[in-house]
């Protein structure tokens, strides 16, 4: 078992690809999750080339290309074009959405839509060799534990390319989800890590290392290499990440 501390780069939205890669390196952190919607856009190859050979020049690892794709609400003519870009940006994987709904408002055609996108662009991404993992969220069918492991059975049954993330649902106990962890371990990809008390409400993942050490006893119990990529940064302050960074090489240390 090893875990892999990065960061999502739209942690930092307001920074260019090379200060992320600086701020990953001073704060030991490992791989780095690019976002699609400002740091490497879909279609522009060149960008996504540069920022690869910058973050491997630095001896970073990409973990995951972040794309915004909603699943259900595409023109799958897209796909090839956000595939390519990962490729080019050498991301093992492509973060997508579980349409803009969530569960309880999903009708079965719907659903069925989201689906059908999901087998699609796995189907791609899996000749490109990569995988798709979906963005555990709010307000989409990875809503409830319930919904995502049936969306999950649904679409990766089919193709293992199919994938998800984790990252803690709001307003629930340590128990809870742990729970909701230890459900999605057979598809599990990566983690999205930050301590939110409340929905909005971010904090210094200190403040949470409790909660956060029983999630990665989960993970040590399981046999994988797990990226532990940090996110919403309090005030998206890099010294706000430098302390997240530290409290989170400790968690990974106890």
């Known amino acids: 078992?090893?875990?892999?501390?990065?960061?999502?780069?739209?942690?930092?939205?307001?920074?260019?690809?090379?200060?992320?890669?600086?701020?990953?390196?001073?704060t030991k952190l490992a791989a780095i999750e690019w976002g699609?919607?400002?740091?490497v856009p879909p279609g522009d190859l060149a960008r996504a080339r540069d920022v690869r050979a910058m973050t491997t020049d630095a001896g970073l690892s990409v973990t995951a290309y972040g794309s915004y794709l909603r699943l259900?609400?595409?023109?799958?003519?897209?796909?090839?074009?956000?595939?390519?870009?990962?490729?080019?940006?050498?991301?093992?994987?492509?973060?997508?959405?579980?349409?803009?709904?969530?569960?309880?408002?999903?009708d079965d055609a719907y659903r069925n839509r989201v689906i059908d996108q999901a087998r699609q662009l796995a189907t791609l991404a899996a000749d490109a060799g990569i995988a798709v993992c979906y963005e555990h969220h709010v307000d989409t069918l990875t809503d409830t534990d319930a919904s995502a492991l049936s969306l999950l059975r649904a679409t990766a049954g089919e193709n293992p390319a199919m994938?998800?993330?984790?990252?803690?649902?709001?307003?629930?106990?340590?128990?809870?989800?742990?729970?909701?962890?230890?459900?999605?371990?057979?598809?599990?990809?990566?983690?999205?890590?930050?301590?939110w008390p409340q929905r909005g409400e971010r904090a210094p993942l200190a403040d949470g290392a409790d909660r956060w050490r029983a999630y990665l006893d989960v993970l040590r119990a399981h046999p994988g290499k797990w990226p532990l990529l940090l996110e919403f940064v309090r005030n998206d302050d890099p010294a706000q990440l430098r302390a997240d960074a530290a409290a989170l090489h400790e968690c990974i240390g106890q």
């Open 72 to 106: 259900g609400e595409e023109d799958p003519a897209t796909f090839p074009t956000v595939i390519e870009t990962a490729a080019a940006l050498g991301a093992p994987s492509i973060r997508v959405w579980a349409g803009k709904r969530g569960s309880a408002g999903a």
């Open 1 to 26: 078992m090893t875990f892999v501390p990065g960061l999502v780069s739209v942690s930092f939205r307001k920074l260019a690809p090379r200060e992320i890669v600086e701020l990953a390196r001073e």
């Open 36 to 39: 699609g919607d400002v740091h």
């Open 163 to 195: 994938r998800t993330l984790w990252q803690p649902p709001h307003g629930r106990t340590v128990d809870e989800n742990v729970a909701s962890l230890r459900g999605v371990l057979p598809w599990l990809h990566h983690v999205h890590v930050f301590h």
